[in-house]
């Protein structure tokens, strides 16, 4: 073989060697990048440390739902979290209102004239990581890590509020609830609206 070509071929294999040694090692960088983040440690730090102590800014339900019938855009302005610019916003609420029925998949309940249901059994989506505003974005490296975050705060609330809600509450009972629900901007919908539950507290009668 010509030195001249044997010469272009140790090149070529070298350079191809390179190539997959800095391919392979990025790629191992980016496993070991996705496998130290825990997203159940960051909700339990965003639950006791930011969600907790922010629901005290939580709007009242029954006047955010007055204020939403006669100032919407105020409204929205004023009380909702979105990390998009689409229509769906999220509101960190508060209220009590009485049991008026339970069965396994939620409680309803009748907060002044507002007729609202807490979520007891599928508690999903992004809501209350959303609503109290308190989470960025531009924190997380990827949107895998981020919406991890919602799964776990989404089992906190399976595992530690709704259990011994769910075991005691009783039709006729008043509740006392904190959480987040979510509305359409442009298809607004007010009647019969599914609280997704963060705190909860029953007075029996």
Not at 161 to 179: A, E, L, Q, Y
Request: aromatic share 10%.
């Amino acid at each position: 073989m010509p030195k001249p070509i044997r010469y272009l071929l140790y090149v070529a294999v070298f350079a191809l060697l390179a190539y997959n040694s800095v391919y392979f090692r990025k790629l191992d960088e980016v496993k070991a990048g996705a496998e130290t983040f825990d997203a159940a440690g960051y909700a339990r730090d965003f639950w006791n440390k930011k969600l907790m102590p922010g629901l005290s800014k939580a709007a009242d339900l029954n006047a955010l739902v007055t204020q939403l019938k006669t100032e919407k855009d105020k409204a929205f302005a004023q009380h909702s979290h979105a990390l998009g610019i689409g229509n769906i916003r999220y509101f960190l609420v508060k209220g009590q209102g009485v049991v008026t029925g339970v069965d396994e998949n939620e409680v309803a309940v009748e907060v002044g004239n507002i007729r609202a249901r807490i979520a007891t059994e599928y508690i999903f989506g992004n809501a209350v990581r959303d609503a109290s505003g308190a989470i960025d974005i531009d924190a997380f490296t990827n949107s895998m890590d981020f919406n991890n975050v919602s799964a776990e705060i989404n089992k906190l609330i399976r595992e530690k509020v709704v259990p011994p809600f769910k075991s005691g509450v009783r039709k006729g009972d008043r509740v006392s609830f904190h959480g987040a629900i979510e509305l359409n901007r442009e298809h607004l919908q007010l009647d019969n609206i599914e609280i997704i539950p963060v705190s909860l507290q029953i007075e029996k009668p």
